[in-house]
């Protein structure tokens, strides 16, 4: 038996019950945090049972008979490996010289035990891959992930389970991931149709939950479909039936008589662009009394920390001094919505403040490893690029009007969809 046979017969299927859960648990994900967090636990500890499980005697043969150059998707998910580590390590050294509380770091341990689950998942014998009947059920469970997730803002509005605006970019990154799966040619056309309504439903979840820094998902999703349109790739339209195309034109009518009616979810969401725009005039005109509102506090904030950046831009000033220094702010300024604020609603002008050069450095290291993920897997698995660039897109935007990265079911959804676009992408090369 030759290397390659010796692989081949060494690929078996994920355990049925665990992936059943698993897939259960990822799309009932966006109606609780519980939920969220146990699907990044039950990824950690199949990663953990993939490299625990390795089959000594096979990792020996491959040694005698030779070294084989690893594939994509294993250089790209040591690529993500790398790139959470070091960005946990630089982070850590101010955050050590400050002496600030370690509960805040618990979002770049996620990344990090994450990404070690992704490695073994991708790399170590016995390389498990999940199989196409289980690659099918798990593009089901992001689609009604979507569902969920509208099904949880069309109830709550902005009250989800965690703050909003991390809730809404959590949504968007499985809203990425499945995106591209829509333009799979080799998958029935039934299939991805019910994809592209999931998605659209998904980007219905983010827009009614109010987010406005998340409505990037809007753009990207744009101009996703733009360049697929242009290549000629988006969903065959030419093949549609004519029944397929009345049935869409009937459900757009139906959305139109939707939004003449003006419901209540309609209508707040207009209600919350119209206020969005009063305050940034009035930021321009009273910017103290624009200090206790949405956007006028943030600009508020983003001024001060420029010129605290300024002063003392290698080290910051720690993460407890930046919020006593927040909160001094809002007294300067008679804003008690300041004075209630624990960070600057900017992932990256927070970092800097609180952990000088360094801070942001570990925030651009993070992002590039992103990058270089998607550049490694472009060529050999453009749609699990796709999806990282999409999700990478989310992170960065979002970033610029909250600090997500302190909420812990953040990091565990970024490591989640991280890992879910590799672990699907090695599947994928396993069966071709």
């Not at 321009?284 to 904030?301: C, D, H, K, M």
């Not at 831009?313 to 624990?342: H, R, T």
């Not at 570990?362 to 992002?367: D, G, H, I, Q, T």
């Amino acid at each position: 038996m030759n290397l390659l046979e010796t692989i081949s017969l060494s690929r078996h299927p994920f355990p049925k019950f665990a992936f059943v859960v698993f897939a259960i648990t990822l799309a009932l994900a966006p109606m609780s945090t519980k939920l969220g967090g146990l699907t990044w636990v039950l990824l950690s500890l199949m990663g953990a049972w993939a490299f625990l499980g390795s089959e000594r005697v096979l990792q020996s043969k491959l040694t005698q008979q030779g070294v084989f150059s690893p594939s994509a998707v294993e250089e790209a998910a040591r690529i993500w490996l790398f790139a959470c580590l070091a960005a946990t390590v630089i982070r850590i050294i101010p955050h050590a010289f400050w002496q600030d509380n370690w509960d805040r770091r618990h979002a770049e341990a996620r990344l990090v035990i994450g990404a070690l689950a992704t490695v073994a998942l991708v790399k170590w014998p016995p390389f498990y891959r999940l199989t196409r009947f289980q690659l099918m059920s798990l593009s089901y469970a992001l689609a009604l992930a979507c569902w969920v997730g509208m099904g949880v803002t069309m109830i709550y509005g902005r009250d989800t389970p965690l703050h909003a605006i991390a809730w809404a970019v959590s949504l968007s990154f499985l809203v990425c991931l499945l995106a591209p799966l829509v333009l799979q040619a080799d998958v029935p056309s039934n299939h991805r149709k019910f994809w592209l309504v999931s998605v659209l439903m998904g980007a219905m979840g983010v827009i009614l939950s109010q987010s406005r820094g998340v409505y990037g998902l809007l753009i990207w999703l744009a101009l996703t479909a733009y360049v697929a349109a242009s290549n000629r790739t988006f969903l065959q339209l030419s093949t549609l039936k004519s029944r397929t195309w009345w049935i869409c034109g009937l459900l757009f009518a139906g959305f139109i008589w939707v939004l003449s009616t003006q419901p209540v979810w309609f209508t707040s969401v207009l209600q919350r662009m119209s206020e969005g725009w009063l305050e940034l005039a009035m930021s321009q005109s009273n910017p103290n009394e624009a200090a206790n509102t949405s956007v006028g506090s943030r600009l508020f904030l983003w001024s001060k920390a420029l010129d605290a950046i300024e002063v003392q831009p290698w080290l910051g000033y720690g993460k407890e001094n930046s919020i006593a220094m927040i909160k001094q702010w809002g007294v300067e300024i008679g804003s008690f919505q300041i004075q209630k604020l624990g960070h600057l609603h900017h992932e990256f002008l927070d970092a800097w403040v609180s952990h000088g050069l360094m801070g942001i450095i570990s925030l651009l290291v993070l992002a590039t490893g992103m990058g270089l993920v998607v550049r490694k897997l472009w060529v050999p698995h453009p749609r699990a690029a796709q999806g990282v660039l999409g999700i990478l897109f989310m992170h960065l935007t979002a970033g610029l009007s909250n600090t997500n990265m302190v909420h812990n079911y953040y990091g565990a959804m970024l490591s989640l969809s991280v890992a879910l676009a590799l672990v699907m992408a090695a599947s994928e090369e396993a069966q071709t």
